[in-house]
T-cell receptor, first 112, second 116 residues
Framework: DTAVSQTPKYLVTQMGNDKSIKCEQN?????MYWYKQDSKKFLKIMFS???????INETVPNRFSPKSPDKAHLNLHINSLELGDSAVYFC???????????FGQGTRLTVV | AQKVTQAQTEISVVEKEDVTLDCVYE???????LFWYKQPPSGELVFLIR??????QNEISGRYSWNFQKSTSSFNFTITASQVVDSAVYFC?????????????FGSGTQLTVLP
């Protein structure tokens, strides 16, 4: 049983397209996150979300939006993809904010 | 603002050597949490340890040990008798206690290569 799972693992798409990455956790955690890892391996928080509060990193373009149909899912929608969006995107969850986060296997997005 | 600094970008050691990965942090919170994660070549992020700011006891888990010193704002990670399988990028991270600080801020990572 995978604790945090993301799909797809790889995503190749053209500039200007809209795409989504799905994330599901079966840990019963209350908080979910999206992180972006760039080509230099730097990990940056994009969103932090529980059923009460969405915290958005101010540097994230509004082309990116999280959507949570329920507590176990936090999907990432990206509109009008740009070359600079190419990165690995990680979904994660934790029991509460501040606790250790458990990560999905990552989605490697390549925009061509 | 929170900040985590891992000054060592890359480290290479020969198998069986001990190696210490440095981590220095900055935070205004008096309550905070420190973490280490491992990212092997396969790409997943593996949680290793969490410490809170009130617990400065060093911790040992097998070949891994962690040294937390509030006086120097450091949370260093030592691997004893390193093995090739320890080759990975290691990230130190910090989480504050309130508001938007309650999410992981990562350092830039240290690439550890253990040579046979």
């Amino acid at each position: 049983d995978t604790a945090v799972s993301q799909t797809p693992k790889y995503l190749v798409t053209q500039m200007g397209n809209d795409k989504s990455i799905k994330c599901e956790q079966n840990l019963g955690h209350d908080t979910m996150y999206w992180y972006k890892q760039d080509s230099k391996k730097f990990l940056k928080i994009m969103f932090s979300y529980n059923n009460k509060e969405l915290i958005i990193n101010e540097t994230v373009p509004n082309r990116f939006s999280p959507k949570s149909p329920d507590k176990a899912h936090l999907n990432l929608h990206i509109n009008s993809l740009e070359l600079g969006d190419s990165a690995v995107y990680f979904c994660a969850s934790s029991q509460v904010r501040g606790a250790e986060a458990f990560f999905g296997q990552g989605t490697r997005l390549t925009v061509v | 603002a929170q900040k985590v600094t891992q000054a060592q970008t890359e480290i290479s050691v020969v198998e069986k050597e001990d190696v210490t990965l440095d981590c220095v942090y900055e935070t205004r919170d008096t309550t905070y949490y420190l973490f280490w994660y491992k990212q092997p070549p396969s790409g997943e992020l593996v949680f290793l340890i969490r410490r809170n700011s009130f617990d400065e006891q060093n911790e040992i888990s097998g070949r891994y040990s962690w040294n937390f010193q509030k006086s120097t704002s450091s949370f260093n990670f030592t691997i004893t008798a390193s093995q090739v399988v320890d080759s990975a990028v290691y990230f130190c991270a910090l989480s504050g206690y309130s508001g938007s600080a309650r999410q992981l801020t990562f350092g830039s990572g240290t690439q550890l290569t253990v040579l046979p």
